[in-house]
């Protein structure tokens, strides 16, 4: 389980954006707080943060004519096996959206792309 770095979002090969939206909504479900060395920063952040993620990751995905269901679009929703937030404060946009994603882990990610096959322009 991995989040690709934000900047790679609307580059990615179709498997990996829809792998993205696949691991996004397990995050935000019931796989909220369980470990995952990959994804463990997460975490230490608000569930917002992640909502955030999944909206640009959505966007990406309207673009290329998907349609991830409009209930995801909600901040609260957390998925149809998970009960929503009661209350989830909202917290200010920043870019990255997650620290965690700086030019280490980018180059980490082109390096996990490469290693499928996978060579992205920059």
């Excluded at 995801?72 to 917290?91: I, N, Q, S």
């Excluded at 920043?94 to 030019?103: G, L, N, Q």
Aim: charged fraction near 20%.
């Amino acid at each position: 389980m991995r989040l690709w770095h934000q900047d790679l979002i609307r580059l990615l090969p179709r498997q990996q954006l829809l792998g993205q939206h696949r691991e996004i909504t397990a995050l935000r479900g019931l796989g909220w707080g369980r470990r995952h060395a990959t994804v463990d920063y997460v975490f230490h952040h608000s569930p917002y943060k992640l909502f955030q993620f999944h909206l640009l990751v959505m966007a990406t995905m309207h673009e290329r004519g998907y349609h991830p269901d409009p209930a995801w679009h909600d901040p609260l929703y957390r998925g149809r096996h998970c009960p929503p937030y009661k209350d989830l404060t909202a917290v200010p946009l920043t870019d990255p959206i997650f620290p965690e994603h700086d030019a280490a882990y980018l180059q980490e990610c082109l390096e996990n792309l490469a290693g499928k096959g996978i060579h992205l322009p920059l």
